[in-house]
């Protein structure tokens, strides 16, 4: 099984800030389109946000747009989420997914992203 990892959950004040990181042993993320979901207790899966392969294009859900940074280091072969100004609303398991085609834009950040997932990191946001 491919192996793809998120890390850096943890419990995070309200308003304050949190990096998370997606990295795997086996896919070169910049080949794929990296995108970042958030299931909370209780709701269905949900996406934050994508970048795309090879080029740094990126695209946010309204919610957390501005607020929330995709970023990718191509030599520790990571796709970060930074989560700046976070809300209890934040609150959620967040995981990562790969998906070989690349894209990232609305149109195709939707429930059939990915092929490749993570098992999630925890984030909770409180007081």
């Known amino acids: 099984q491919v192996q793809i990892a998120e890390s850096g959950g943890g419990l995070v004040q309200p308003g304050g800030s949190l990096r998370l990181s997606c990295t795997s042993s086996?896919?070169?993320?910049?080949?794929?389109?990296v995108g970042w979901f958030r299931q909370a207790p209780g709701k269905e899966r949900e996406g934050v946000g994508c970048?795309?392969?090879?080029?740094?294009?990126?695209y946010y859900v309204d919610s957390v747009k501005g607020r929330f940074t995709i970023s990718r280091d191509n030599d520790r072969n990571t796709v970060y989420l930074q989560m700046a100004d976070v809300e209890p609303e934040d609150t959620a398991v967040y995981y990562c997914?790969?998906?070989?085609?690349?894209?990232?834009?609305?149109?195709?950040?939707?429930?059939?992203?990915?092929?490749?997932w993570g098992q999630g990191t925890q984030v909770k946001v409180s007081s």
């Open positions: 997914a790969a998906d070989a085609r690349g894209y990232c834009d609305a149109s195709h950040f939707g429930p059939d992203f990915g092929g490749f």
């Open positions: 086996e896919l070169t993320l910049h080949y794929f389109g």
């Open positions: 970048m795309a392969g090879f080029v740094p294009t990126t």
